[in-house]
Structures are given as C-alpha cells and as structure tokens.
C-alpha cells in the first residue's frame, strides 16, 4: 500500500480575523489535487480553530498546534486532548522544535503527550530534528532516533502517526535542507523503524520534511523517495502553500 502525500499548514502564532478569512479563501479558491494522492492539514493558533474548522472546504483537516499532556483539569492555559476532540478537530501537531526549545518540552514529555492525544482519538503530526551544532557533530541520525524512539516506547501503533523530520537549523531560515539531506534522513528514520518497529511500520508510516519548504523547492524534495510530503511554517500563510500542495503530482508521476 503507497503512503499517501501528506502536506501540513502550520500557521504558528500568526494571524487576525482578518488574515485567516484571506487564508481561507485563497485554499477554498485553489486548484488542488484529488483527495486520493494528498492529505492536507492546515494548524492555525487555537483561537481560529472553529473559524477555520466551519468556513475551510471539507477536504483540508485542521491540526492544533500542541496540547496537554494528560486529562483536562487545573492546567491554567492548556487546552486538553479531549477538547480538541470535542470541537471535532482530527490532528495536532506535538514535539515542534520551537516548543522543544523554548517550552523545554523534553523527549519524554512529548513521548507522552503523543500517547495521549492518541488514546483521545486524535491523529498527531509528531515532530523531530537536530540543531545545527548536533548536525555538524555528525549526531544527527543519533538525535532524531533518540526523539522518535521516546515516542516509540510510549505508543502500540503508529497508524495515525506522521512524522515531521524538521531540521532546527532550516526552520524559518530560508536554509532549506537539501534534497539529498532530507532523503538520507528519512531513509535512516524509516531503516529505524524496520529495525526497531516493525517492516509493516516502516512501509506505511508518512515521514514528511519541514524547514523552509517553498513553493521553488517543493517538488525537488516530493521527488525523494522516502520524503512523504511536508509540514510547512512561512509558506503555509501564503498562495504559495497552493503550489506545495500540488507537489504530491511528483509522486503520482513516478
Ligand atoms: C515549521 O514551523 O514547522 C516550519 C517548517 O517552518 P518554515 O517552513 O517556516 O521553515
């Protein structure tokens, strides 16, 4: 069974009321490929969730961009899996370099929370990479086994997992990875699963790149064997997004 493109929005905190109804209209006014060869997910910040929910086409999902780590209660600030639920919202993306880095959000912690946002139904975009200093290290294969491994040893499945091999040092850079960086990696992620998972595991699982996609660089990358679509910051606020989208044509043609 081929792995299904898979091309994620992730609007980070950005946006007014304003913005997000020119967003939305722009994707409800693109020509997209057939929901038979791309998945498309667009995160806006929570407060936008149920706007873009109810105004966006039904066949672009909407993904949260983080959630609590267990059961709602007296969390101040935090929004529970189980919300996200409630309010019919399938995916949130969990492990983002930047809640990494300035939440402090260990492995574990993400190990975790990808458990739980699973056991609540929801579908989970779980992010791993290396920062520049453990790539020039040569630790990179190391770095990310190690984030993946975390949330291997806390989930039994990986059906409603993608994994978003983002490079910390080509997010919001402009420095994108090369075709050949991103493939050697998601080739190394997805060996990690045949040895460490299962054969199964490692032919399905969607192992998609984030870090300075454009619209220039897209269909490059889709062109990579193992590289199943994108998770896309800067470009996913802008027409361009339309573009990257159709990059899973790539695949359709190879
Ligand atoms: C991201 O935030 O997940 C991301 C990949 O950002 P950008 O595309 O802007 O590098």
């Known amino acids: 069974m081929g792995r299904k493109f898979f091309v994620g929005g992730n609007w980070k905190c950005n946006g007014t009321t304003e913005d997000v109804k020119k967003i939305v209209s722009t994707l409800n006014a693109g020509e997209l490929p057939s929901t038979d060869i791309v998945e498309v997910v667009v995160s806006p910040p ?20 983080n959630c609590w780590v267990k059961k709602g209660g007296a969390f101040t600030g935090e929004v529970s899996a189980e919300m ?4 019919g919202v399938p995916w949130v993306i ?11 959000e260990t492995n574990e912690f993400v190990g975790d929370k990808v458990a739980y946002a699973l056991s609540q139904g929801l579908k989970v975009i779980a992010c791993v ?3 520049l200093e453990q790539r ?19 989930i039994s499945s990986w059906d409603n997992v993608v994994l978003a091999y983002e490079p910390v040092w080509a997010i919001g850079t402009g420095k994108v990875a090369s075709p050949a960086q991103a493939q050697e990696v998601h080739a190394g992620l997805r060996k990690w699963f045949e040895e460490k998972i299962s054969a199964e595991v490692a032919a399905k699982t969607r192992i998609i790149y984030g870090g300075s996609v454009s619209g220039s660089n897209c269909r490059e990358l889709a062109g990579q064997t193992d590289v199943d679509g994108f998770l896309v910051g800067g470009a996913s606020l802008k027409p361009e997004f339309i573009d990257i989208i159709k990059a899973a044509e790539v695949k359709k043609c190879a």
């Open 94 to 104: 969990l492990g983002h370099s930047e809640r990494r880095a300035l939440l402090n």
């Open 129 to 131: 990479g290396e920062t």
């Open 136 to 154: 020039e290290a040569g630790t990179t294969m190391e770095v990310v086994a190690a984030q993946t491994k975390a949330i291997a040893d806390k």
């Open 84 to 87: 996200l639920a409630n309010l």
């Open 46 to 65: 929570f407060v936008f969730l149920s706007q873009v929910k109810s105004e966006l086409r039904p066949e672009i999902q909407v993904a949260a961009q």
